[in-house]
């Protein structure tokens, strides 16, 4: 009888173990990268750009944002993180006040409307290059990206309609001051989101990296 408790016991202990032993582990975070500009340009991949199939309705933007619960979307929830003077946030997240800077032309805007929240690397141009290849769910994610402080940016409307969708060989920041910041998180955005470049974009990239920006330092973390 003291056998067969014994061999009970040690067979519940095994079954307990189990699922503890055969549990996949959890993924580690994605490690941030630091590195130079030149070495940054060198990890991105070239590939012929393909716009077939593109509509901008393929990325859902703008969703309930990185805090589901708040009332603010993703565009007002940059704004507010973005802000220099924070803005009176009112019933409906209705942003009143506030002070932001534009950088791209180093502009001071006092009103939240003037300004739209820019997606680095343009919705067109992740599609041409790999974006296209993604599900819904990552299209998503990419067009609502708040984990990285380089993937939307709060711009006058002027100069993000301007850019449109134009890589850096087409469109830099009006501001001389602006563009080696501008070109670093460019490409961080590649790298981030493992986006290629033509051959045209990489040779503009190069030129920048090798004498304008040569100091620039990219800071990146992969997407999940």
């Known amino acids: 009888m003291v056998i067969k408790k014994l061999v009970r016991g040690l067979s519940a202990l095994s079954l307990a173990l189990v699922p503890l032993l055969s549990a996949p582990a959890a993924q580690a975070a994605p490690t941030a990268e ?26 859902k933007h703008w969703n309930l944002g990185e805090d589901t619960s708040d009332g603010c979307n993703t565009r007002n929830e940059v704004l507010i993180s973005e802000a220099v003077i924070a803005p009176t946030v009112e019933t409906g997240c209705k942003l009143t006040g506030g002070t932001w ?55 006058t409307a002027r100069t993000n309609r301007q850019k449109a969708d134009q890589d850096p060989t087409d469109w830099m920041p009006p501001s001389p001051e602006a563009q080696c910041r501008y070109v670093g998180e460019w490409v961080a955005t590649k790298i981030r989101w493992q986006l ?28 999940a």
């Open 34 to 59: 630091e590195t130079t500009l030149a070495d940054a340009v060198g990890l991105v991949q070239a590939a012929q750009e393909d716009r077939t199939g593109y509509t901008r309705s393929s990325f």
């Open 101 to 155: 800077i534009s950088y791209y032309d180093g502009q001071e805007v006092t009103s939240a409307g003037a300004l739209d929240i820019d997606h680095m690397v343009p919705l067109a141009e992740a599609w041409d290059s790999g974006a296209s290849a993604w599900t819904a769910a990552r299209r998503e994610a990419y067009a609502n990206d708040q984990e990285a402080h380089t993937s939307l940016v709060a711009v």
């Open 196 to 223: 290629t470049a033509d051959d045209r974009e990489l040779e503009t990239l190069k030129a920048y990296a090798d004498e304008p920006c040569k100091d620039t330092v990219v800071r990146y973390t992969p997407a």
